[in-house]
């Protein structure tokens, strides 16, 4: 799966027709149930240290595309299922789905980015809830916490995740890239220089084919048509 995972991502790369990426399971009732807990019982430290890093590199991967990725939550999304999820931009689940992070239910830690990027979304406090209890918790209350951005009924978490990515395909393709680079870059540092990326990134959007498109199309009262130029 993370082959294939590296290779679907390496594909979306290079296409510069991809505006936005949803990450789905063909699975019913569930997106990923993390680690095979008896093919990890056969690996060595040194082999789990290798997969746990491919794993986070992988998830790293998907985070650092420059268009918007939506993770489609339907049944379970456990340990590193989970962590792949949080990876993404925008989160929609089915009510089904069933999340937790158990990895200290076996004397271990998330290894592939939860002990980072929940914290980030949910906060401290409550992420070291989740992580130290290890329990797991029902859609509803991921949409509380803010785990998840919308939570519909069970099996149309993929045809929300669609309508969601064409609202975002109508808006300018380099407008969204600039503005999911701001937001990324300017988190992880103070004000200052926060607002010294989101300078650099609107300097990105101010000279565009798109940017002029948007007004002329305000004036004409229609819809504009972007080209991503």
Known sequence: MLQGLRSAIEEVETDATAKVVLVASSVPKVFCAGADLKERRLMGPAEI????????????????????????????????????ALSCDLRICGKDAKFSLPETSLAIIPG???????PRIVGRSRAKELIFTGRRFDAAEAVSMGVVNYCVPAGEAYQKALELAREINQKGPLAIKMAKKAINGGAEVDMTSALAVEEECYEQVLHTQDRLEGLAAFAEKRKPVYTGK
């Open 49 to 84: 240290r290798d997969f746990v890093n491919s794993l986070r590199s992988t998830f790293s991967s998907i985070e650092a595309l420059s268009i918007p990725t939506i993770a489609v939550v339907e049944g379970a999304a456990f340990g590193g299922g989970l962590e792949l």
């Open 112 to 118: 592939a980015g939860g002990t980072q990027r929940l």
